[in-house]
């Protein structure tokens, strides 16, 4: 249960880390705004369509007598949405990535030589097309499997009470997963650490990895938080790979700049 906590710590170092380094912050919105406008886009046009592909995918409901006919396929409708949505969350990590991979592979790099006690970060001896394309192509297999879960939750839905209660709550843990890998994949595959070990390396600290994606998850639902959580969220993945690990990691002074900030000058006091 510890894990839990120190997941979420990492969140929180994440984005003060990115607090302290504006720039980094500045420039990593940019993939995080253009992933927004297109997820949007399409969320808008199944809110539109959603109704009427719903009746289409249910011709056998036709004849069924008011209410239920409205009920069902207002359910269905509703249902849909919601399991768009949680899509979108876990894609949306894996989307953004893709489109920022130069900018967020930079940042997770300046996070490693900010707190390595040398200094040091390791580098990838690949070509950045090479990168693109293996990061492409395991941001995919994710996504299958998050497709996967997200069909199978969807079916748990119909089930009385369960689907309304449990079935959302295992809905978040899996986001929360989902999201982590993808985020530490961005640190992991610099090190040329494989997918298959990536996720054998989060099995491996279960609670860790919810504690970081669980409440990510839950943030990202909320319009626009997503896109400025998305730095930060790079950066606390990236100290999180370096624990997985077992690096050694200096600790962050955050007060160090405080004491001279707060320090009276002489004869002030007298003046």
Do not use: C
Request: charged share 20%; aromatic share 12%; hydrophobic share 50%.
């Amino acid at each position: 249960m510890r894990d839990l906590g120190v997941g979420f710590r990492y969140l929180l170092r994440g984005q003060r880390w990115v607090a302290r380094h504006g720039k980094q912050f500045g420039f990593g919105l940019i993939p995080g705004l253009i992933t927004l406008v297109l997820y949007a886009a399409a969320l808008v046009a199944l809110a539109l369509w959603g109704a009427d592909f719903v009746t289409w995918a249910t011709p056998f409901a036709d004849d069924w007598s008011s209410p239920w006919l409205g009920l069902f396929r207002g359910f269905l409708t509703a249902v849909l949405f919601a399991l768009a949505l949680l899509l979108s969350v876990v894609t949306f990590t894996a989307a953004t990535l893709v489109i920022g991979q130069p900018f967020y592979e930079s940042l997770s790099e300046k996070v490693d030589r900010d707190v390595s006690p040398d200094g040091t970060a390791p580098e990838s001896d690949l070509p950045l097309w090479r990168e693109l394309l293996i990061s492409t192509r395991d941001s995919l297999r994710i996504v299958a499997r998050a497709v996967i879960w997200g069909v199978l939750l969807f079916a748990l839905g119909f089930i009385p009470f369960v689907g309304q209660t449990v079935v959302p709550v295992i809905g978040f843990f899996v986001t929360g997963y989902f999201l982590t890998e993808e985020l530490t994949a961005v640190a992991l595959q610099r090190r040329n650490i494989v997918l298959r070990d990536r996720l054998t390396m989060l099995r491996s600290r279960r609670m860790l990895v919810w504690g970081f994606g669980t409440p990510l998850g839950i943030a990202f639902l909320v319009p626009f938080v997503a896109v400025f959580l998305m730095p930060g969220a790079v950066a606390g993945a990236t100290l999180m790979a370096r624990d997985l690990l077992g690096e050694e990691t200096r600790e962050e002074n955050e007060n160090e700049n405080e004491d001279e900030d707060d320090q009276v000058p002489a004869g002030s006091l007298t003046d």
